[in-house]
């Protein structure tokens, strides 16, 4: 059974930093791209970054410049590293695959950017 499991969301001060963090079960992990979106209220779901099998990166143009992807294929994990936080990026961060066209969601994780 595929799972995705977020952690590492928080409330923090703008221009501060979080780290979120995705642990894989389930399923080849190295092979598949991997997502981070992120859904605030009253908003739809947006692609935030990606991050492939040959470690090639991609980011929405919100965040470019502050927030880092990356994996570590051994623990079966996928990090999103968040600085300079605006209130802006308040949101539920969700990890995300895509397997023999079948989307695979974790269960969010919250991040308040707030004074």
């Known amino acids: 059974q595929v799972q995705l499991v977020e952690s590492g969301g928080g409330l923090v001060q703008p221009g501060g930093s979080l780290r979120l963090s995705c642990a894989a079960s389930g399923t080849i992990f190295s092979i598949y791209t991997m997502n981070w979106y992120r859904q605030a209220p009253g908003k739809q779901r947006e692609l935030v970054a990606s991050i492939t099998s040959g470690d090639s990166t991609n980011y929405a143009d919100s965040v470019k410049g502050r927030f880092t992807i990356s994996r570590d294929n051994a623990k079966f994990r996928v990090y999103l590293q968040m600085n300079s936080l605006k209130p802006e990026d308040t949101a539920v961060y969700y990890c995300?695959?895509?397997?023999?066209?079948?989307?695979?969601w974790g269960q969010g994780t919250q991040v308040t950017v707030s004074s």
């Open positions: 995300n695959f895509r397997r023999r066209s079948i989307d695979y």
